[in-house]
C-alpha cells in the first residue's frame, strides 16, 4: 500500500448524523415490535459509519430513564405556540444510546399507552401529539437552539408521518426516509383538524395529506418522504396490489424505485439462547438438547401436561385476525389429534380472547393460555417451545420468527410478507439439501396450517431429521448485518441526491 493509500485509510471519516423517529423504541418505551427495530438499529448503524440518534415522546417511562442531561432548549417559537403549553427537547444518553426527548407534559406525561387510554379507545388528541413529535422533529433536523442539526431523518410508522411533510413545507434540504411497518395502521384524522397543524393549504390535497376527505399521516410520510421502505422486501411487493395495499398502494406504485424493503433483524446480544437469563437452562446449536429443561418449566408454567414427548406448539403475539389466531384455533385437532400441545401467549380482540380461553377449559393439560404479555414469559416460549405458530394473513416483516430460529424452535409461517423471506419451507427437497428451517404454507387457510402441523410433527417424531432442522435454524444470520448495510447505503444516496 503506499503511502497516500495507507494514510487515506488511516483518516478518520466523519459519521452521517441521522435523528429517527419513532412513537417507541427498546427499551425505553415498547408495545410491539416497532419499539425492537427502533432500538437495535442504532447500534447496528453505528459500524457501517451512520450515528444515530434516536427521538422519542417523553412518556413517563422515557423521562425516568434519562441519564444527565447535556442540552435542553425550549421549542422554538412556532412550535410553542403550536403545542399551546410549554416543552422543550432534551438532548442525552442512556442505555448506550443517544436520544433527543421531546419533553411535553402536556402531551405525553400519562401513564399506560402511548396511544390508548385508559377508558378504552385512542387517546382524543392523538392527531396533536404525533403532529407535535414530527414538527419539533423537523425542527431538530435543521438544527434548533444551539443545537446542532443531521444529515437525514429517518420516521417510522404513520407517528412520524408528518416530519417529512413539515421539512418539505420548511424548504429544508435534509432528507428523509419513512419506513413502513404496518400499513394498516395510517392515522387518519378529521379534516377540520388540518387547520392546527401549522401547515400551508396546498398540502392538505390529493398530492399531499388528502385521504379520501380526511387527513393521512401515513400517506404523508409516504409522499414527501425522499425515500420509502417497508421492513422486508417481500411487503414492499405485497402492498403495492390492490389486495393488500389498503388503498394506498397506487401512491406506492407511483414512488416506483424510492419504495424498496429491507427485511428486520434481531439484536442478537439481546436476543442469545446461550446467555438468556429467563431460560432455566441455557443452550447453544451444540448443546439443543438442554431444550428439554425449559420445555418441562414452560408446560409448567402453563399448566400441561409434564410430557417430553408430546410435540408443543406455541403462539406469541396479538390475538388478532392478522395474526391468524382463529386459524390456530381452528386446526387445533391437527395438534391434539397427533398428541401435541399448545401455548399461546399474547392479548388482544376481546372475542379471540374468549375462544382462547375455551379452547383451554375444554383441553386441560393440552391447551394452555396467559392473556397478557411478560418479556420472560415469551422468552421461555421460545426456548421451550418445538415449534413457533405464525399463520399470519398478513405480516410486513414479523420478528418472532427470528427469534424462533434464533432459539432453535422452527417456525410454522404462512408464505406471506417478511415470514416469506426469512423462513426456508423444510420440504423433503431443502431436507435433502440441508437447508430447511421451518414450514410455510399457502394459501392462508385452517386446512393449509394444519397441513403444516402435520408435517412439523412428522419431523418432530424422527429426532435426527429434528435437530438437523433446529441446527439449521440456528446457524441462520438473523442479525441486523446484511439490513444495516442497506439501510446506510439509502441514507448516502439520499444525502448525495440533496448536496
Same mark, same amino acid.
Request: glycine share 12%; charged share 15%; hydrophobic share 50%.
Given at each position: 500500500?503506499?503511502?497516500?493509500?495507507?494514510?487515506?485509510?488511516?483518516?478518520?471519516?466523519?459519521?452521517?448524523?441521522?435523528?429517527?423517529?419513532?412513537?417507541?423504541?427498546?427499551?425505553?418505551?415498547?408495545?410491539?415490535?416497532?419499539?425492537?427495530?427502533?432500538?437495535?438499529?442504532?447500534?447496528?448503524?453505528?459500524?457501517?459509519?451512520?450515528?444515530? #440518534?434516536?427521538?422519542?415522546?417523553?412518556?413517563?417511562?422515557?423521562?425516568?430513564?434519562?441519564?444527565?442531561?447535556?442540552?435542553?432548549?425550549?421549542?422554538?417559537?412556532?412550535?410553542?405556540?403550536?403545542?399551546?403549553?410549554?416543552?422543550?427537547?432534551?438532548?442525552?444518553?442512556?442505555?448506550?444510546?443517544?436520544?433527543?426527548?421531546?419533553?411535553?407534559?402536556?402531551?405525553?406525561?400519562?401513564?399506560?399507552?402511548?396511544?390508548?387510554?385508559?377508558?378504552?379507545?385512542?387517546?382524543?388528541?392523538?392527531?396533536?401529539?404525533?403532529?407535535?413529535?414530527?414538527?419539533?422533529?423537523?425542527?431538530?433536523?435543521?438544527?434548533?437552539?444551539?443545537?446542532?442539526?443531521?444529515?437525514?431523518?429517518?420516521?417510522?410508522?404513520?407517528?412520524?408521518?408528518?416530519?417529512?411533510?413539515?421539512?418539505?413545507?420548511?424548504?429544508?434540504?435534509?432528507? #428523509?426516509?419513512?419506513?413502513?411497518?404496518?400499513?394498516?395502521?395510517?392515522?387518519?384524522?378529521?379534516?377540520?383538524?388540518?387547520?392546527?397543524?401549522?401547515?400551508?393549504?396546498?398540502?392538505?390535497? *390529493?398530492?399531499?395529506?388528502?385521504?379520501?376527505?380526511?387527513?393521512?399521516?401515513?400517506?404523508?410520510?409516504?409522499?414527501?418522504?425522499?425515500?420509502?421502505?417497508?421492513?422486508?422486501?417481500?411487503?414492499?411487493?405485497?402492498?403495492?396490489?390492490?389486495?393488500?395495499?389498503?388503498?394506498?398502494?397506487?401512491?406506492?406504485?407511483?414512488?416506483?424505485?424510492?419504495?424498496?424493503?429491507?427485511?428486520?433483524?434481531?439484536?442478537?446480544?439481546?436476543?442469545?439462547?446461550?446467555?438468556?437469563?429467563?431460560?432455566?437452562?441455557?443452550?447453544?446449536?451444540?448443546?439443543?438438547?438442554?431444550?428439554?429443561?425449559?420445555?418441562?418449566?414452560?408446560?409448567?408454567?402453563?399448566?400441561?401436561?409434564?410430557?417430553?414427548?408430546?410435540?408443543?406448539?406455541?403462539?406469541?403475539?396479538?390475538?388478532?385476525?392478522?395474526?391468524?389466531?382463529?386459524?390456530?384455533? !381452528?386446526?387445533?385437532?391437527?395438534?391434539?389429534?397427533?398428541?401435541?400441545?399448545?401455548?399461546?401467549?399474547?392479548?388482544?380482540?376481546?372475542?379471540?380472547?374468549?375462544?382462547?380461553?375455551?379452547? *383451554?377449559?375444554?383441553?386441560?393439560?393440552?391447551?394452555?393460555?396467559?392473556?397478557?404479555?411478560?418479556?420472560?414469559?415469551?422468552?421461555?416460549?421460545?426456548?421451550?417451545?418445538?415449534?413457533?405458530?405464525?399463520?399470519?394473513?398478513?405480516?410486513?416483516?414479523?420478528?418472532?420468527?427470528?427469534?424462533?430460529?434464533?432459539?432453535?424452535?422452527?417456525?410454522?409461517?404462512?408464505?406471506?410478507?417478511?415470514?416469506?423471506?426469512?423462513?426456508?419451507?423444510?420440504?423433503?427437497?431443502?431436507?435433502?439439501?440441508?437447508?430447511?428451517?421451518?414450514?410455510?404454507?399457502?394459501?392462508?387457510?385452517? !386446512?393449509?396450517?394444519?397441513?403444516?402441523? !402435520?408435517?412439523?410433527?412428522?419431523?418432530?417424531?424422527?429426532?435426527?431429521?429434528?435437530?438437523?432442522?433446529?441446527?439449521?435454524?440456528?446457524?441462520?444470520?438473523?442479525?441486523?448485518?446484511?439490513?444495516?448495510?442497506?439501510?446506510?447505503?439509502?441514507?448516502?444516496?439520499?444525502?448525495?441526491?440533496?448536496?
Amino acid at each position: 500500500m503506499s503511502g497516500t493509500a495507507k494514510r487515506a485509510a488511516a483518516r478518520p471519516v466523519t459519521p452521517l448524523r441521522v435523528l429517527a423517529v419513532a412513537s417507541e423504541g427498546f427499551p425505553f418505551i415498547k408495545t410491539g415490535g416497532l419499539a425492537d427495530v427502533v432500538g437495535a438499529l442504532p447500534g447496528a448503524l453505528a459500524p457501517e459509519g451512520v450515528a444515530v #440518534t434516536t427521538m422519542l415522546p417523553g412518556y413517563p417511562a422515557v423521562m425516568a430513564a434519562l441519564g444527565p442531561v447535556q442540552a435542553s432548549v425550549q421549542a422554538s417559537e412556532p412550535v410553542a405556540d403550536f403545542f399551546g403549553a410549554p416543552a422543550r427537547l432534551v438532548r442525552t444518553k442512556a442505555a448506550g444510546r443517544d436520544l433527543l426527548v421531546l419533553d411535553a407534559p402536556h402531551f405525553f406525561a400519562r401513564s399506560g399507552s402511548p396511544y390508548l387510554a385508559p377508558t378504552g379507545g385512542d387517546w382524543p388528541d392523538n392527531a396533536m401529539r404525533f403532529a407535535a413529535l414530527g414538527r419539533a422533529a423537523a425542527q431538530a433536523a435543521q438544527g434548533v437552539g444551539g443545537m446542532a442539526g443531521f444529515d437525514a431523518v429517518h420516521a417510522h410508522d404513520w407517528q412520524a408521518g408528518l416530519a417529512p411533510a413539515y421539512l418539505r413545507f420548511a424548504g429544508s434540504r435534509v432528507p #428523509t426516509l419513512f419506513t413502513i411497518h404496518n400499513l394498516a395502521f395510517q392515522g387518519q384524522f378529521p379534516a377540520n383538524m388540518f387547520g392546527l397543524l401549522g401547515l400551508p393549504p396546498e398540502a392538505f390535497a *390529493t398530492a399531499g395529506l388528502e385521504y379520501f376527505g380526511m387527513v393521512g399521516y401515513l400517506k404523508s410520510g409516504i409522499w414527501f418522504a425522499d425515500r420509502v421502505s417497508t421492513v422486508s422486501p417481500g411487503y414492499a411487493a405485497e402492498i403495492r396490489t390492490p389486495q393488500w395495499g389498503m388503498g394506498l398502494d397506487g401512491l406506492l406504485r407511483g414512488r416506483g424505485n424510492a419504495v424498496s424493503g429491507i427485511l428486520n433483524g434481531l439484536d442478537t446480544a439481546e436476543w442469545d439462547p446461550s446467555a438468556d437469563a429467563h431460560l432455566p437452562m441455557r443452550f447453544t446449536a451444540k448443546t439443543v438438547a438442554n431444550r428439554a429443561a425449559n420445555k418441562k418449566a414452560l408446560q409448567a408454567r402453563m399448566g400441561l401436561a409434564s410430557n417430553p414427548d408430546a410435540p408443543l406448539f406455541a403462539f406469541i403475539g396479538r390475538l388478532a385476525w392478522q395474526k391468524g389466531v382463529d386459524l390456530i384455533l !381452528e386446526a387445533l385437532p391437527a395438534i391434539l389429534d397427533h398428541g401435541g400441545q399448545l401455548a399461546i401467549l399474547g392479548s388482544g380482540e376481546p372475542a379471540l380472547e374468549e375462544r382462547v380461553h375455551g379452547a *383451554t377449559g375444554a383441553q386441560i393439560g393440552r391447551v394452555g393460555s396467559f392473556i397478557g404479555f411478560d418479556e420472560g414469559f415469551a422468552r421461555l416460549c421460545y426456548g421451550g417451545a418445538d415449534f413457533m405458530l405464525m399463520p399470519s394473513r398478513f405480516e410486513p416483516s414479523g420478528l418472532g420468527q427470528l427469534c424462533a430460529l434464533r432459539y432453535g424452535a422452527p417456525p410454522v409461517v404462512a408464505h406471506v410478507g417478511g415470514l416469506a423471506d426469512s423462513v426456508v419451507d423444510a420440504n423433503e427437497m431443502a431436507l435433502a439439501s440441508g437447508v430447511g428451517t421451518g414450514f410455510n404454507f399457502a394459501p392462508v387457510s385452517r !386446512e393449509m396450517l394444519a397441513a403444516a402441523i !402435520e408435517r412439523a410433527i412428522a419431523l418432530y417424531r424422527e429426532p435426527e431429521l429434528m435437530q438437523r432442522v433446529q441446527a439449521n435454524a440456528m446457524a441462520q444470520d438473523v442479525s441486523w448485518k446484511r439490513s444495516a448495510a442497506k439501510y446506510a447505503t439509502a441514507f448516502r444516496k439520499m444525502v448525495a441526491a440533496r448536496a
